[in-house]
């Protein structure tokens, strides 16, 4: 008996110095921050840069459309046979005018065209973000399973030899040592798998922020739960006010209405003046000839009636772009809102109650096993319901801290009371 407590307290202060182990290495492990990796991504990935180029592109365009075009130079040379024949050069310019309105029409269709590709660039912007981050905790999820389950990995180890040990004295079955070993292939297999999520993701950040897929990254930094700053109803109010995938169907309806104002411009002539010189070389005198050109929309029937139409449609559908935007938003908003109640919730539970009740299960059970007064089976059990709540309890603040993200990208930006 006193064999046996003696290997006992042997294999469990073996355990304790095991947890100290990974505690030491994971101080010295490199961290890897967040607002560090939202910078970067910022200035390297390729969607939020090209999202920003289209809105730089769209901003040239609205001087482009809003000035007259080009003028025409004119050259040449008459002769005429008249009875005194006239003969010399020809010089000139041309300009074409388009109706009062509409040059001013096409500049705020461009301009509401830019304004809108620069809500799309802060939506672009948003979402990658929150790809970001939610790559981000999954990856820290995956690095608290692995210290989890390697930690249960050893004490099954314990557990192993002291089956052993107390089989060999024939205290215990043989089947608790195949239990034993059993759970330890489980184990290894698991963490086989977590191993491999670990490397997808780091290959999913690396994308992200343009980095080579292999490039290395450290361990996330700790994660601390806290509590929704807002109702959902003023999330809802944000989303509506804020949210930048919103403001961007908003300015393609106001683009919409602009450009059916300048349809129905178009039902109006533009005209057309040219300026002439003329030279005389019979008579060496020079003259000049002033001539309005005038635009006339003959076939407005198939023409501009046609571009009206066409204008009041794409309006129509801005409009139901919108209304669907809208829903889709508010939908978003108020899931995320629910996932985070339910995993602050979740988190509390687990935290206060379910895993240090736990916890004092399993030492009830080492301790009953070692005067065996509790089987293999209900130590092991104990082991395993401890491992899944600790594992549950990163699982629901991983998916709080996901819920927020999606939160922030809808309503804007970071969740504050100061906004």
């Known amino acids: 008996m006193i064999r046996w ?43 939020v840069r090209a999202a920003r180029e289209r809105w730089e592109a769209a901003k040239t365009i609205v001087p482009q459309v809003q000035t007259l075009p080009d003028p025409k130079v004119q050259l040449g040379y008459q002769r005429m046979p008249m009875v005194e024949p006239l003969q010399g050069a020809v010089y000139g310019f041309g300009q074409e005018i388009p109706f009062p309105g509409k040059l001013r ?52 180890i314990q557990f192993e030899k002291t089956a052993k040990a107390r089989y060999t004295v024939g205290r215990a079955a043989q089947q608790d040592v195949f239990r034993a070993q059993v759970e330890i292939s489980r184990v290894l297999d698991r963490l086989a798998v977590l191993e491999q999520q670990k490397e997808s993701l780091h290959a999913a950040i690396n994308r992200i922020l343009n980095r080579p897929p292999a490039a290395p ?76 050109g005038i635009r006339i929309p003959l076939y407005y029937a198939t023409k501009q009636r046609q571009g009206v139409n066409q204008a009041l449609a794409g309006l129509t559908s801005a409009r ?31 935290r206060d109650a379910i895993i240090p009740q736990a916890t004092l299960a399993l030492q009830s059970a080492q301790a009953g096993y070692g005067v065996g007064k509790v089987d293999f089976l209900t130590l092991l059990n104990s082991l395993l319901t401890l491992q899944e709540n600790e594992l549950e309890l990163h699982g629901e603040m991983v998916a709080h801290e996901k819920a927020l993200a999606r939160l922030e990208e809808l309503t804007g930006g970071p969740l504050s009371a100061n906004r």
């Open 217 to 292: 990254l450290g361990t996330p930094e700790e994660i601390r739960v806290a509590l929704l700053p807002f109702p959902l109803d003023e999330l809802s109010r944000r989303a509506e006010a804020l949210s930048p995938i919103l403001q961007a169907s908003a300015k393609g309806v106001e683009r919409g209405e602009q450009a059916v104002a300048l349809a129905k411009r178009e039902y109006f002539p533009d005209f057309d003046v040219t300026a002439l010189g003329l030279r005389n070389d019979r008579i060496n005198d020079n003259g000049y000839q002033v001539m309005l």
């Open 320 to 350: 139901e772009d919108l209304s669907a935007s809208r829903q889709e938003v508010l939908f978003r908003v108020k899931d995320a809102f629910v996932q985070a109640q339910r995993a602050e919730r979740l988190v509390m539970i687990l």
């Open 105 to 156: 029409l096409r500049g705020e269709v461009a301009q509401r065209e830019a304004e809108r590709l620069e809500r799309d660039y802060q939506a672009t912007r948003l979402r990658v973000i929150a790809a970001l981050k939610q790559n981000y905790f999954d990856l820290h999820f995956v690095h608290k399973a692995i210290e989890i389950v390697d930690k249960n990995k050893q004490l099954l």
């Open 5 to 47: 407590m003696t290997g006992w307290m042997a294999a469990a202060s073996a355990v304790c110095l095991w947890c100290a182990i990974p505690a030491a290495a994971a101080a010295q492990e490199t961290r890897l921050s967040l607002d560090n990796l939202i910078t970067e991504v910022m200035e390297n990935n390729p969607e």
